[in-house]
């Protein structure tokens, strides 16, 4: 990758004259199956820049899942900066939200003396919060059809859609068949250093990157990051199948550790999450420091919760030193415990 970037040919990005941008968007676009496609340099920025362009006038409303990266994790950036308001419905355990419900969820133009309007729906595949949770290219189309009748957008965060593709064994441009614009993520599981890439209509598009410009995203000579990532395309996404096989590893090993709990059927991807009983008398925040000194870094999800999430750099070896050292610190507890 520190090859290709070094190697890139580079223009203007911000006049689309990048010749390295415009190959990897010529490459997303064709993947997806959509007209175009826009390089942005983060999933954040793409999830703003596409909800924004769906919704173009303030007070509009976008139906999401309560437990959704854009509702949660992404600062309340389609609030603050683009003024549409959320209106959640629960997510599933498995990533969905029920149809029914979403439907109930979309305002009743009649009454838009009151209502914020709905425009949009939203869905995130991979689910992450779901722990990597795949959603299926008939819920999604059914999630399409729900759309185009009342009129509305549909827009996937597709963050991990590659991992979907794979662990479902359905092209990405199946998976997205339905969605009116993607947001995908390039440096998580694919591995590149930087950036995602948004694709949709040439028109929505061409909205698309002056939004990218007003947010500070024209970056200039980016073709020295759409160089890496047109090599995560070329060589990683075949390497998503072993990050799943050995997250399964990871699980199925965790759940063996006494004081640890892991749904193993929620595990589809790249991402496990561990539950860690009381009964062990260790927070989540004490279990990932003493890991982080065995050079081991997850992330504490909640109480007595952690997440884990592998890609093509961790080893079979790792996954194993990794379940050694957690039976270690669980156990080293149990053995303070068990000495007072």
Do not use: W
């Amino acid at each position: 990758m520190r090859t290709a970037m070094a190697n890139a040919e580079v223009d203007d990005d911000v006049l689309s004259h990048d010749p390295t941008a415009r190959r990897l968007e010529t490459e997303m676009a064709r993947i997806t199956g959509k007209e175009a496609a826009l390089f942005v340099p983060s999933g954040t920025m793409g999830n703003l820049i596409c909800v924004l362009t769906h919704c173009p006038i303030r007070g509009s409303e976008v139906i999401l899942g309560d437990s959704c990266h854009i509702h949660i994790y992404e600062n309340g950036g389609i609030s603050t900066i683009g003024g549409v308001h959320p209106r959640t419905v629960k997510n599933n355990e498995d990533g969905t939200m029920d149809i029914n419900q979403m439907e109930a969820a979309i305002r009743d133009p009649r009454f838009e003396i009151c209502y914020p309007t709905t425009r949009l729906i939203c869905l995130e595949n991979s689910h992450a919060h779901s722990g990597g949770r795949c959603l299926s290219p008939e819920y999604i189309d059914q999630v399409g059809e729900l759309a185009k009748k009342y009129g509305l957008k549909l827009h996937i965060d597709g963050a991990r859609i590659f991992n979907a593709s794979v662990a479902l064994g359905v092209p990405v441009d199946r998976l997205v068949q339905a969605a009116d614009s993607v947001s995908i993520c390039l440096s998580k599981g694919l591995g590149a250093p930087v950036g995602t890439v948004i694709v949709g209509s040439e028109t929505f598009i061409a909205r698309a990157r002056i939004l990218r410009k007003t947010l500070g995203g024209g970056m200039r000579q980016v073709g020295v990051l759409c160089a890496a990532a047109l090599i995560a395309l070329q060589e990683n996404v075949g390497k998503l199948e072993g990050d799943h096989k050995k997250a399964k590893t990871l699980a199925v090993g965790l759940n063996k550790i006494k004081g640890l709990n892991v749904d193993i059927d929620s595990v589809e991807t790249n991402i496990v999450y561990c539950d860690i009983l009381k009964s062990v008398n260790i927070t989540e925040t004490k279990l990932c420091k003493i890991l982080e000194g065995h050079g081991i870094l997850i992330l504490p999800e909640g109480p007595f919760r952690i997440r884990m999430v592998l890609h093509h750099q961790i080893s079979e070896s790792d996954v194993h030193y990794t379940l050694s050292c957690m039976q270690q610190a669980v156990n080293g507890v149990h053995g303070k415990q068990d000495g007072k």
